[in-house]
C-alpha cells in the first residue's frame, strides 16, 4: 500500500506553497487507495510556537480533505537517536568534538561543502569513545563516502533521474550536541519507521534529498519513491513570502478572504499541475481520478496578484462558479458568518431569502458585507441624492415617482407578482418609462443603483422598511 506523509514545522503560518503540497499527496494517496499521514515535525524547539501550531491545523481543517494517521516527531525523539546509534555503530558517522555554535553545527560551511573536519573524521574508535565517557560535548556527523568517483543518485518522478558526487555533500549532522536529533535525522528515522513509500515535496528540497538517500541506506530502509513539486512564486518571478508578499501567501487569507475550500483546493492543483485534458473546474472525486504524478510540470507556477487585488483571477473566478453552483441553503449558511463579521444583523431566515438574489452578484463569500449590507441594516450608509434622480430626469420626476410609489405599495400585495404590477401601472399613470419609475425606488431602498432585482429586493424587505427608506429619500431630493 503506498504510504504519504505531510510534515510541516510549526516556525510559520501554513503557506500556499505547503497547503498545495498536502493536497497532492492527499490526492495521490487517494488516487492510489494510500494512505495519508499527517506529521508535525516539532524537533526544532527555539523556533517552533504554538501560533504557528494553531495556523497549520486551522488552514488544514479548513481545507477539508483530512488524514488517516497522525504524528509528532517530539513524541518519537527516542526512536531518532535510536536510529542514529544504529548508523554510528555501522561506522557510517563519528562523533565530532569540534565546538560549535548550536545554531550551525548542523548546517554546512559558509565557504561551501563542510566536507569534514580531518581531525574528528579520523578519531580512533578508543579515543571518540574516551572523549565522549569523560562529557565532552560532540555533534554527530554523517560519515560521507569519499571513494573516487562515488555520487549519490535517485529516479525524481517530475524532475528525471538526479545525481550529486560525495565530493559535494558535507558530512552533515544527525545529532546536534544537546543530544536533539537534527532535520534530516529525525525526518529520515520516521519515514523509514513509518514505512512512507513515496515523498512529495518542494523542488527547494532536491538538495536535502541526496543526503536522505544516503540516511535511508544506512538505515536499510526501503526504497522510497520521490516526486518534488516546481515551486509557487510571485508575478515578478520571486520566491512567495510573508515578508515581502503579505498575508496573502497565507491559506487563512484566503478563507478569511471568503473563498469555499474546494474552490481553493481546485485552484490550488491547477498551480504546476494539469489533467491534459484542458478541465479546470474539478469535483473533488474528478481530481481523485485524475491526479497522477506524470501531470506535475516541471516550470514554477505563477500565483497572480497585485496590490490592488490579492487574489489570483482564477482562484476568483473558479469561486464565483462554484457559488452559482451551490444549493441555496449551502450557499445561506456559508454567507452568515461573514456578514455578522461585517456587523449585519442576519438571521439564518433572512440569508436564505436573500442569498438567491445575490448569487449571481458575488465572487467570494466576503462579497456579502458589500453587496447585500442593505437588507440588514435599519438606516442606509449615505448616499448621494442625485442618484435618486433617473438618466434624463431631473428632481421632480424623482420626486413624484417616489411619492406614487409610496402610495402604490402601501396598498400593494408583498409579493413579486403584485409588486411588479402595481409599479408598472403606476409608471404608467405617470408617463413614466419603467427605468425613469424604478430607479428612484431601487436608490431608495438600497441605496445604490446597482443592486439586486427591484421587485425580489422589495418583498424581502418589506412593506414597512421600504415605506420608511422612501419617506427617507423624499426628504434628500432637492
Partial sequence: MFRLRFAPSPTGYLHIGSARTFIFNWLFAR????????????????????????????????????????????????????????????????????????DIEDKSHAAGPWLFNPGMRELSAAESDRRAAAGEPFVLRFRVPRESGRSVSFDDAVYGPQSKSTADIEDFALL????????????????????????IRGQDHVSNT???????????????????????????????????HGPVVSVTAYRDGGFLPHTYVNFLCLLGWSPKDDREKMTRQELVDAFTLDGVNRSNAVVNFSDQDPFDPKAVWLNSEYLREMPIDALAAQLLPFARAASLDASPEQMLRVAPLIRERIKLLADVSTVADFFFVKELAPYDPAELIPQKGDAAMARAALLRASETLAAAEFTHHGLEEALRAAAGELHLKAGQMFQPIRVAVCGRKNAPPLFETLEVLGRETTLHRIRQALDKLP
Fill in 31 to 102: 488516487h492510489h487507495g494510500g494512505t495519508m499521514i499527517l506529521r508535525i515535525d516539532d524537533t526544532d524547539v527555539d523556533r517552533n510556537t504554538q501560533t504557528s501550531l494553531d495556523s497549520i491545523f486551522d488552514g488544514l481543517n479548513w481545507l477539508d480533505l483530512g488524514w488517516d494517521e497522525f504524528y509528532r516527531q517530539s513524541d518519537r525523539l527516542d526512536r531518532h537517536r535510536r536510529a542514529a546509534q544504529v548508523i554510528f555503530e555501522k561506522g557510517l558517522a563519528y562523533r565530532d568534538f569540534t565546538p560549535a555554535a548550536a
Fill in 176 to 199: 546536534r550536541s544537546n543530544g536533539m536529533p537534527t532535520y534530516h535525522m529525525a525526518s529520515c528515522a520516521d519515514d523509514a519507521d513509518l514505512a512512507i513509500t513515496h515523498i
Fill in 210 to 244: 541526496f543526503k536522505h538517500v544516503l540516511i535511508f541506506e544506512a538505515l536499510g530502509a526501503a526504497a522510497i519513491r520521490f516526486a518534488h513539486l516546481p515551486l509557487l512564486i510571485a508575478p515578478d518571478g520571486s520566491k512567495l513570502s510573508k515578508r515581502k
